[in-house]
């Protein structure tokens, strides 16, 4: 489940309108929300409120060994007003994100920014596209202090420069041990990205040895700055990303692509769109391919993901090394459930099917009119979408495990990793005792946590 200060960064880019799929740091970003999902660490709670609509706080305490928190400050430009932040009211699939469906891409104006008409008072500016109401530039200030000694600060400015090109720096700094006089030490991470809507660059620079870093991605069809895209049924994606260190000497390089419906396709007959999507005859399920190669160290990578249903979906990843002849592979799900207490939206849920079986026979299910359509609001999802269970597995059956879900007003995410353990002369006696005698393989808990999230 994501950190409350997360959720507020995404809803910072949302209200901003930056499309963080039009990334190459996201291609994958829908098989790594089914399958690489991670479990809490023994006992965590948070407590989390946005006290104003500029400015949030979040404290963490947890036990890892030992007790150690955390302590967090949130401030922008950007009023978040309309964010629920209440934990009682937050959507569920906002805070544990799980099968993504990627946006078509958008193209910023070029003249939504008039600076000079907004210093004279004769304009007051366009709001959106990283303007503030006032005609500031959106800017985000974000703070984390985790406890105890030795302790670590990490901080993140973040700038909207233009329409289309925004600024992010980010400084880790640890301090040494509480006996230690040397000085603390901090690392600093700038990144520069340019989202035109066909393409997107990001130009990295980190102090750490040195490293400049530069990743692009091109979205193949229709130009969104030249012509409208609103309905397209797929979108073809490729990108690569370089990194050099001259300290160093590290060289570091990958490319891949991405093939994703979008959203005009899973549902042509939307409410939503005014017209039907004219070259998206027939509707489909949401489902997204990615194929990512490094060269330099040999590894190919495939994964394919499915959402079958609004409340099921399927992953699949397979890894292979063309050097060492390791391969990996790995499957997972997630299912949301229900709630009981209320039966609003079923229909929704159905529409999906309901539009398979219009292509066979348009007279089965007349198509429903804007009214009957109509998305149900914040809160009846949340009453809808109540928890989410997530599994994967592994070619070596190690498993994962997580549930969340909401508790009265309280978040609650509970998770576990099975997994089996090696027979070895050293582990005699612990293996024999665990039932692995006999070289068999036995059984293990790797971890099991719980965490436990209330916001205000």
Known sequence: MLDFMDYIQLAFAEGTQWNRDNSYSSLTATTQSLLDFTTPERARVHLSSLSTPNFATSYTLGTVGLIEGSVSYLYSNISFND?????????LRKLAPGYRQVQA????????????????GTKPGTVGYGQSPNGQKATLLHATLHLPPPTTLNALFLR????????????SSTRGPPLSKSAPQATLLGQLSHDTGKYSNEYLFSTDNSLFGWRGLWNFGPD?????????PSLLSAGAEAYYSPVSSLIGMSTGLRFSTLPAATNPQSSSSPTPCPTSPISTFPYTLTLTLTPLTGSLSTSYSLRASPNLSFSSRFGFNVYSWESEMVAGFELWRQSKRSNVGN????????????????????VATERENKIPSSSTENENQESVLKLRVDQSWNLRLLWE??????LVSAGVGLGPSSFSPSSQGTAGAQGGGGGAPASYWRGVGVSVSYSS
């Open 160 to 171: 909207r420069i233009s329409p289309s090109m925004q600024l992010s720096l980010a400084v």
């Open 105 to 120: 891409p958008i193209a910023p104006p070029v003249d939504s920014w008039n600076w000079d008409s907004i210093l004279d």
């Open 347 to 366: 229909a929704e849920d159905l529409e999906w099917a309901r539009n398979k079986v219009r292509l066979w026979d348009p007279s089965a299910f007349p």
């Open 224 to 232: 969104p700055r030249f012509q409208p895209v609103a309905h397209r």
């Open 83 to 91: 964010t629920p932040s209440k934990s009682a009211l937050i959507p």
């Open 405 to 410: 879900g909401r508790v009265k007003e309280l």
